[in-house]
Structures are given as structure tokens and as C-alpha cells.
């Protein structure tokens, strides 16, 4: 037999091969593709212990499990079968694995018909100070009556940033309670200005997310330099429970002003000191914030003697008695930080009348010599309106601005 006989014989076993063998590793509802909805196939047959080894075991430990669902979430995440589209006759397989399966194959993010109105959302940057990593909350919403979402194939185009190996994105518990992230993230760069995000995140129970309007999860990154940019969805499905078909997320992200995020590192008040301030009055206290371009300047205010003197949210003291009162303000963008000062409460008449000792009552005269108390306690002073008054004790007498 010829050279040429041979290579004709050849092509026409690898295309028997093809024939012979049209479902691709992992594409176990031979659809052409293989995506979420293999995730579900696969996990349903784990959880009624009815898998076919030779079948479901795809990283061949010798065991059907949860690894060979992150095997597959790998599979779908890794952009391979988008090079892999069209004839593989099975004389060859993948870098990493030989695979030697034929069949024709379609992309793994071939657009799904049918939207159900899935949205993605991403909110204002915040700050991680226990990591010092710049976040953003993510999620998803429903305006359609088609449940909630078990499966979520994620694929975002973000702004260039530096994202922490390995763990750039997490899940809130509470939000999505038997979710996991499955398979390894990927981070792509498009271009100077643009990465690309890959994740999946999947219930093995095929539960829905609690609330398909609060975030589920955060996404991490360092922006050293103000930038403007979005967080955007692209091409990602998810999963409605009860159903096996895999929906397009619609959705155009979020735009924000400024993707940096400056953190605090001090904060101080500006009067720090002792601060006297008359019963019945108020002063407003100011913060001196460090960065004074810090993106989140949010704070609580509170006293620790509230009988001497109060504070409310925009930092303006109210003294109610004589007496001290440690006021404190504090900050609510996770960094901790607090500062503090005291105040003295004091009568209008401190310092005049209270060197007197043996004072032991005073009448109280308007400014145009009219008698208002007569034989009071010289605070008496303190109950009356704001104005020029004048007190006398024996052949002693006072003025007092209130």
C-alpha cells in the first residue's frame, strides 16, 4: 500500500471516528456545546447516585464527585472550546489532557435565545481595609416570574486594575447559601484599558439564590490612579431552578466617576481639647479627615454623658447641664477610625458670681432695670431668654449676656 492509500485510509478512520463518536467530553446533553446546562446534568446525576463512571468521571480519579463539577466549570470558563469550534476527528485532544473525542462542538458562549430579563448590577466602590483591596458588590435582578438562579456563568469586561491571585471574587453566605465558586476565575487582558473577567458560580444542589436583588458577592482590585470605568456583562447565562435551559443575562453594568478609591488614614476634631460651652447652648464640631479627598467621609457621633451634653448625626453639641461629657465621632467605612474631645458644661455665670461664695441669692433685673426674679438662685439666670441681664447681691451687681 502506497503512501497515499494510507493517508486516504487514515482520514476516512478519523472521520468514521467522527461519526462514531459525536458527543464531546462534557457535552452530556449533546447539545453541541458544553455550559451550564452540563453542570446541571452532571450534578443531578451526583445527587441521585446514578452516574456512569465511564461517563461523569471526568478528571478520572476513580470517583464521580464535586471535583469533576470543577473540572467542567474549568472546561466551560477557559475559552478553550471557542478554539476548539468545528471537526475534531479524534487523533489528537487538547495540550493539557489528550482528550481523544470527535463530534462537532459550538461555542461555549453561544448566545442563549430567550432573555428572562436577568440584569447585572454592580455598586459604588468601597474599601477593604482588613485587605487593602478597592470592591465593588455584584448581583442580579429579575423583572420576570421565572424563579431564581442556581447556575451563573459570569463574563464581564472590567477597567484595567490588578486583581488579587487567585481570590478576586467571593460569595456573601447569606445571599447565596449553597452557592460556590467552581472552576478557577480567569482575568484576561483586552487591551491597555480593559481586562476580562470569567467565573461560574453554581449551587450543587441546584438551589436559587435567597433574594435575586441583594449582591451575592464581591469583586476585589487594587486601581492605583483615578480612572473612570464599569463593571459589564457580556455574554453570560445563568440557570433558572426547575429549568435545564440556560438564559442570557441581559444588562450594561454599572458606570462610575472614579474607580480608585482613597481610604482614610486619620481623622482628628477640630477643637480637641477642653471645650467650655454654656448650659442651653450648641456648637457644631467639625472633622478634619486625612485624606481630605477620601472617597467615604461617613460617620456616627455619640457622648458618653448624655445628661451633660448630646450630639447629633451632623456633629452639633447640645449642653443640657453643668458637668463634662466625652464626645467621639467615628467612621463608617470600615477603617475604625475615632477621635475624640471633652466638653465642660457651665452657667452663664461661671466665672463671675461663682468666686462668691458666700452668694447665696441675687434678684435678676432686665437691661432696663425691671425686677424679674427676686431672691434667686443666681442659675435662675439660665431659664430665662436670651438677652442682657443684670443681677445684684447686696451692694454687688453683675451683667450677664445669655
Not at 458588590?137 to 423583572?143: H, I, R, T, V
Amino acid at each position: 500500500m502506497n503512501k497515499l492509500t494510507t493517508l486516504v485510509c487514515l482520514f476516512a478512520a478519523g472521520i468514521g471516528t467522527l461519526s462514531a463518536a459525536t458527543r464531546y467530553k462534557g457535552d452530556f446533553n449533546n447539545d453541541g456545546k458544553v455550559d451550564l446546562a452540563d453542570m446541571v446534568v452532571l450534578a443531578k446525576a451526583i445527587n441521585e447516585e446514578k452516574t456512569d463512571r465511564s461517563l461523569h468521571d471526568l478528571n478520572a480519579s476513580g470517583s464521580v464527585d464535586d471535583a469533576d463539577l470543577h473540572w467542567l466549570a474549568d472546561l466551560i470558563i477557559s475559552g478553550k472550546l471557542i478554539e476548539d469550534v468545528g471537526i475534531n476527528i479524534g487523533i489528537g485532544g487538547w495540550d493539557d489532557g489528550g482528550e481523544d473525542f470527535g463530534g462537532t462542538v459550538g461555542a461555549a458562549y453561544s448566545r442563549a435565545a430567550g432573555a428572562q430579563g436577568f440584569t447585572f448590577f454592580a455598586e459604588s466602590p468601597r474599601y477593604d481595609y482588613s485587605n487593602n483591596v478597592t470592591y465593588v458588590d455584584f448581583g442580579l435582578k429579575s423583572d420576570s416570574e421565572s424563579g431564581n438562579i442556581c447556575a451563573i456563568c459570569f463574563k464581564l469586561r472590567v477597567p484595567d486594575a490588578d486583581f488579587p491571585d487567585g481570590d478576586f471574587v467571593e460569595l456573601y453566605e447569606a445571599a447565596v447559601a449553597g452557592h460556590g465558586i467552581y472552576g478557577k476565575p480567569v482575568i484576561e487582558s483586552r487591551s491597555p484599558e480593559e481586562k476580562e473577567l470569567r467565573f461560574i458560580v453554581f449551587s450543587p444542589s441546584l438551589d436559587a439564590i435567597a433574594d435575586d436583588s441583594a449582591p451575592i458577592g464581591r469583586l476585589k482590585y487594587n486601581l492605583p490612579e483615578s480612572k473612570p470605568g464599569s463593571f459589564t456583562i457580556t455574554e453570560s447565562h445563568a440557570i433558572v431552578k426547575g429549568s435545564d435551559n440556560v438564559w442570557e443575562i441581559d444588562g450594561s453594568g454599572n458606570n462610575f466617576a472614579d474607580m480608585c478609591y482613597r481610604p482614610l488614614s486619620s481623622i482628628s476634631i477640630e477643637h480637641d481639647g477642653t471645650e467650655e460651652i454654656a448650659v442651653g447652648e450648641q456648637k457644631e464640631l467639625r472633622v478634619i479627615f486625612n485624606p481630605d479627598d477620601a472617597t467615604d467621609k461617613s460617620v456616627e457621633w455619640s457622648s458618653d454623658n448624655t445628661d451633660v451634653a448630646t450630639v447629633d448625626n451632623s456633629g452639633v453639641v447640645t449642653v443640657n447641664d453643668k458637668g463634662t461629657a466625652t464626645i467621639t465621632v467615628r467612621t463608617l467605612d470600615g477603617s475604625n477610625l475615632e477621635a475624640s474631645c471633652m466638653i465642660q458644661g457651665v452657667t452663664n455665670t461661671s466665672g463671675i458670681m461663682d468666686a462668691e461664695s458666700d452668694v447665696t441669692a441675687v434678684d435678676i433685673y432686665s437691661a432696663k432695670g425691671i425686677l424679674l426674679r427676686k431672691a434667686v438662685d443666681k442659675d435662675e439666670v439660665n431659664s430665662l431668654p436670651a438677652g442682657l441681664y443684670i443681677l445684684r447681691s447686696g451692694t454687688k451687681s453683675y451683667k450677664v449676656v445669655k
